[in-house]
């Protein structure tokens, strides 16, 4: 009878409690410690307990109602004792088990063994209290041992290599193509700098063409073009940059310049900062420069050399998930005191895939609008089908896809700076 009693007042406290909202707190985490080969030292069972009886997050407990059981294994190593630690737990959310290693010297005190003993314990547990008791857990990092020593080793020096081909192959028709750039890289947070060395170059061979009177007439054609240039951008804050950079190209006698050399200023706007932790961008500048260039046909306007003042406005926005990023390029290039005499507008969605440490692959396709005074229709040898061949780039419109990899050695200072992509 006094049991039924009891009982009864037992539950009608609890539908009480639960009637006033009174919500029990998660119970702790119940710990039990097995150990396997005890060593020399007393980590276990008399460290690894006190330890546990320390947090009041944690209740220590038999091994057969445990949420977490901790199997010690010391092996002896000199005067060390490497003592293995496994974490497995047998509660709700918890993670797959974890395994840990700590070194304690044998002929040190009780104070220096624990001091050694602890955060090996605490950071083995952490995720499992977390699991339950979410609220109570942080993780805060220190600086290693020997943290100013390897400072040295952290370089804003790299380099990139990158490597694209194309190529086809019958009896009578073949052609191939490459291309090759060399980057060097200076980056910190504040500064960035950039030299460049590209070549590119391609082939074609194919029969020649037969007059009616028996004139052989060759089809076959080759191109190059090496270009070369610095730029240093500077970040004045997380939204605002400037820089300035200098491009200079040549080319083979049948394509549109014997040179071109551009030198442009820049100021651009991001909307997050070098360091956004997703690696996402979004970004608009403002360029302003002056070119010179050379011809290999005069155009229409009787001009072999020109140079005038250009500007305009660029921008760029990409997202990246895990390995993978993609985006958009937006750019232009106005002559500033003739407009409509030339004007350059470009889009171009890109993405790259990170398939290495090392190694890139990068897709893009770029689309074109282009005006400009085109070759005097007077200068061009109808007899030279090289360069009738090569005339493409008087087109108002065109269309490119380019696929190609990269091989990359970035600055190990950890530092990013995204800052105005291309001058």
């Given at each position: 009878m006094f049991a039924r009693l009891l009982i009864t007042c037992v539950l009608c406290s609890a539908g009480r409690a639960r009637a006033e909202g009174v919500i029990a707190e998660p119970p702790p985490i119940r710990v039990a410690l097995e150990c396997e080969l005890v060593g020399r030292t007393k980590a276990c069972p008399a460290f690894l307990r006190g330890l546990v009886d320390e947090q009041r997050v944690l209740l220590a407990s038999p091994r057969a109602g445990a949420d977490v059981v901790i199997y010690a294994t010391a092996n002896q190593i000199a005067q060390i004792d490497r003592l293995h630690l496994r974490f497995v737990g047998h509660m709700g959310g918890a993670p797959a088990p974890v395994e840990l290693d700590v070194d304690l010297d044998t002929r040190s005190g009780d104070d220096e063994q624990r001091a050694a003993l602890a955060p090996v314990f605490r950071r083995g547990l952490a995720l499992f209290v977390a699991a339950r008791h979410p609220d109570v857990v942080d993780v805060v990092f220190g600086v290693p041992k020997g943290a100013t020593a390897t400072a040295s080793a952290q370089s804003p020096w790299g380099i990139e290599l990158g490597i694209a081909g194309n190529g086809s192959y019958t009896a009578q028709y073949r052609s191939a193509g490459a291309q090759v750039h060399l980057i060097g890289r200076y980056v910190t947070r504040k500064f960035r700098a950039f030299a460049l060395q590209y070549l590119e170059g391609a082939l074609n061979r194919q029969p020649p063409?037969?007059?009616?009177?028996?004139?052989?007439?060759?089809?076959?054609?080759?191109?190059?073009?090496?270009?070369?240039?610095?730029?240093?951008i500077y970040s004045l804050s997380d939204t605002w940059s400037v820089g300035a950079g200098s491009y200079t190209f040549f080319e083979d006698p049948k394509a549109q310049y014997k040179f071109n050399s551009r030198n442009r200023v820049a100021i651009e706007w991001d909307r997050f900062p070098a360091d956004d932790p997703r690696g996402n961008r979004l970004a608009v500048f403002y360029h302003l420069g002056w070119i010179a260039e050379r011809y290999n046909i005069p155009n229409v306007l009787g001009e072999k050399f020109a140079q005038y003042p250009s500007h305009g406005i660029d921008a760029v926005g990409s997202v990246r998930?895990?390995?993978?990023?993609?985006?958009?390029?937006?750019?232009?290039?106005?002559?500033?005191?003739?407009?409509?005499?030339?004007?350059?507008?470009?889009?171009?969605?890109?993405?790259?895939?990170?398939?290495?440490?090392?190694?890139?692959?990068?897709?893009?396709?770029?689309?074109?609008?282009?005006?400009?005074?085109?070759?005097?229709?007077?200068?061009?040898?109808?007899?030279?089908?090289?360069?009738?061949?090569?005339?493409?780039?008087?087109?108002?419109?065109?269309?490119?896809?380019?696929?190609?990899?990269?091989?990359?050695?970035?600055?190990?200072?950890?530092?990013?700076?995204?800052?105005?992509?291309s001058i």
């Open positions: 063409l037969v007059l009616d009177d028996g004139t052989r007439v060759a089809l076959d054609s080759e191109r190059w073009k090496y270009r070369f240039g610095a730029e240093a998930h895990d390995r993978i990023s993609f985006g958009l390029n937006l750019s232009s290039d106005v002559q500033l005191n003739h407009p409509t005499r030339r004007l350059l507008l470009t889009a171009s969605p890109f993405a790259k895939v990170q398939i290495g440490a090392h190694v890139d692959l990068d897709l893009s396709f770029s689309i074109t609008k282009r005006t400009f005074p085109v070759p005097d229709p007077g200068a061009i040898d109808p007899s030279d089908y090289e360069q009738l061949s090569r005339l493409a780039y008087a087109e108002p419109l065109s269309l490119t896809g380019t696929l190609g990899i990269t091989f990359h050695w970035d600055p190990t200072n950890g530092v990013r700076n995204d800052r105005i992509g």
